[in-house]
């Protein structure tokens, strides 16, 4: 992995871009971040198409812009984790997940933020509570994510509606509590993971509507055996819950 030294301070909030392959949507998405004020970090897994190129120039002329680069694509979890990691030596105070593809506005980005901190825990972007909105998707793609949300509320046990979301706030004292390195999850499950493990930990989950809008170019990442793998998690995640 290689990122680039600080040029600057690090603000309160810091949103993290895992991204590969998304040098149409990147640079519209990082604009939208920083005019509210807050630091990025993309973490480029050696996109071929040269989005790793395009953000080393975004962070050439933004002091607020970072880049790590990893070798290969290791994984939307690990992203995360490596992310938040260099987050929490920064200094950061939350710490948000967003896609980089379009599909998280910037517009709802300020309340989730200031639900994760009044709640000193976790903020989820919802697409399934009232107010929340899904634009653009296929019955087949709302069904998929509609039915793993049901799965993940019937066998964890967990009255969060969309555990599956990608756009949400952790505080800084939930993340060193988890302990990242004890979060064994990859890809998309490694949010079902997060919502449970704050939860068994006593923190709260507040979902804060968005509008969710199809991704405005590039294809979607989530194959068949992320969709596999996400509920073979929640069936461990659910056999170790009744262990304890």
């Not at 290969?72 to 030596?89: V, W």
């Not at 517009?107 to 639900?115: K, N």
């Not at 399934?128 to 899904?134: D, E």
Request: hydrophobic content about 40%; overall charge neutral.
């Amino acid at each position: 992995m290689l990122i680039a030294p600080r040029k600057a301070p690090a603000t309160e909030v810091l949103v993290v871009l895992p991204t590969y392959n998304e040098r149409q949507n990147l640079e519209e998405v990082v604009a939208g971040v920083r005019r509210l004020g807050h630091d990025v970090m993309v973490v480029d897994d050696a996109s071929p198409d040269g989005t790793g190129e395009l953000a080393d120039q975004l962070a050439d002329r933004d002091s607020g812009v970072r880049v790590l680069h990893r070798p290969s694509k290791l994984g939307l979890g690990s992203a995360y984790e490596d992310a938040f990691q260099l987050g929490l030596q920064d200094g950061a105070q939350l710490f948000v997940e967003m896609d980089a593809d379009g599909s998280h506005r910037p517009e709802d980005l300020a309340a989730i933020v200031a639900a994760a901190r009044r709640s000193g825990g976790l903020a989820v972007g919802s697409r399934y509570v009232p107010g929340g909105a899904i634009e653009g998707w296929p019955f087949y793609r709302w069904w998929l994510s509609w039915a793993a949300n049901i799965y993940c509320r019937v066998l964890l046990w967990l009255p969060t509606r969309d555990a599956t979301s990608g756009y949400r706030c952790y505080t800084r004292d939930l993340l060193l509590r988890i302990g990242l390195e004890e979060v064994v999850s990859q890809g998309y499950s490694f949010q079902i993971e997060m919502v449970h493990r704050a939860r068994r930990l006593g923190y709260p989950v507040v979902e804060v509507p968005i509008r969710f809008e199809d991704r405005v170019a590039g294809a979607s990442k989530v194959s068949r055996n992320e969709v596999r793998r996400a509920f073979a998690t929640v069936l461990r995640l659910s056999l170790e819950r009744w262990k304890r």
